[in-house]
């Protein structure tokens, strides 16, 4: 069974930077492309950032191109997700996941593992 366990979320000023991690246990998520998802409060969960079983490929949303970066260590297990320039508008609960098929990266529905979520709370 694959766990994930985010950190790093917080309250900030809009203008901020914050950095979350997902570390996983129970597999190695090596083999695996991982993807950051967020939901607000009376909103779907929505696709943020992918990345590639390797970190060579990465995807974003249009509204956090340019100010969030996604990486990877697979030899700790862990994803990144490294966000500038904080808006209010990013204000959501992020989530983790891992995708263990085949589909695209943006999908929620392709991914089978998810973290428990993280809060980011921008004000402004």
């Known amino acids: 069974q694959v766990q994930l366990v985010e950190s790093g979320g917080g309250l900030v000023q809009a203008g901020a930077s914050l950095r979350l991690s997902c570390t996983a246990s129970?597999?190695?998520?090596?083999?695996?492309?991982m993807g950051w998802f967020r939901q607000a409060p009376g909103k779907e969960r929505e696709f943020v950032a992918a990345i590639s079983w390797g970190g060579g490929s990465t995807l974003y949303q249009d509204s956090v191109r340019g100010r969030f970066t996604i990486s990877r260590d697979n030899a700790k297990n862990t994803v990144f997700l490294q966000m500038n320039n904080l808006k209010p508008e990013d204000t959501a609960s992020y989530y983790c996941?891992?995708?263990?098929?085949?589909?695209?990266?943006?999908?929620?529905?392709?991914?089978?593992?998810w973290g428990q979520g993280t809060q980011v709370t921008i004000s402004s």
């Open positions: 129970g597999r190695n998520i090596s083999d695996y492309r």
């Open positions: 996941a891992l995708q263990g098929g085949s589909g695209p990266p943006n999908r929620a529905a392709d991914y089978n593992y």
